[in-house]
T-cell receptor, first 114, second 114 residues
């Protein structure tokens, strides 16, 4: 069965620190990959997505993620975090032949100290 | 505001009650989803409707009964729930039921079963 693993449950950083959140998935076929973010008191929203092509994808608010097929990974990065990045981040995977069915990781809570 | 609304936002019910959760999307989408988000667990896909037909039913107990009367509305009927059903229930919609379509989420209904 497909699964998604996010290794960090809670990350605490100071402003201007660099961020990398890990995401690994288990699925042998073609995948589409997503990062969603949930700011405090707000709904889940799409941060970025990867379908094909350049494995380094850029999303909103300065976030980027790199798809490394050999490692089954899709880590999220940001060179310099801000207090407003405090949120919960979810990695999600869709097997390319499975319609809109998303498999989510358990989420990583990011706290940025001003 | 994503264009997906959910009511009520909070619900407390006893195990013998019958209640319904409502979701409405104003985006012109034709696929709608119910997810369950429990503390410290990944989002779990429960049901998917595409063009008002149920296309996914992820081994959800029969005490949860979905209904999709049209492409803009989705209901989740609840009957004789258990305390372990307490969770945040999220509704989402997408343009189509495809791995390439972004899902837009509502704010969720926080359900507590006593």
């Amino acid at each position: 069965a497909q699964s998604v693993s996010q290794h960090n449950h809670h990350v605490i950083l100071s402003e201007a620190a660099s961020l990398e959140l890990g995401c690994n998935y288990s699925y042998g076929g073609t995948v589409n990959l997503f990062w969603y973010v949930q700011y405090p008191g707000q709904h889940l929203q799409l941060l970025l997505k990867y379908f094909s092509g350049d494995p380094l994808v850029k999303g909103i608010k300065g976030f980027e993620a790199e798809f490394i097929k050999s490692k089954f990974s899709f880590n999220l990065r940001k060179p310099s975090v801000q207090w407003s990045d405090t949120a919960e981040y979810f990695c999600a995977v869709n097997g390319g032949n499975q319609g809109g069915k998303l498999i989510f990781g358990q989420g990583t809570e990011l706290s940025v100290k001003p | 505001e994503t264009g997906v609304t959910q009511t009520p936002r909070h619900l407390v019910m006893g195990m013998t009650n019958k209640k319904s959760l409502k979701c409405e999307q104003h985006l012109g989408h034709n696929a709608m989803y119910w997810y369950k988000q429990s503390a410290k667990k990944p989002l779990e896909l429960m049901f998917v409707y595409s063009l008002e037909e149920r296309v996914e039913n992820n081994s959800v107990p029969s005490r949860f009964s979905p209904e999709c009367p049209n492409s803009s509305h989705l209901f989740l009927h609840l009957h004789t729930l258990q305390p372990e059903d307490s969770a945040l229930y999220l509704c989402a919609s997408s343009q189509g039921y495809s791995s390439y379509n972004e899902q837009f989420f509502g704010p969720g209904t926080r359900l507590t079963v006593l």
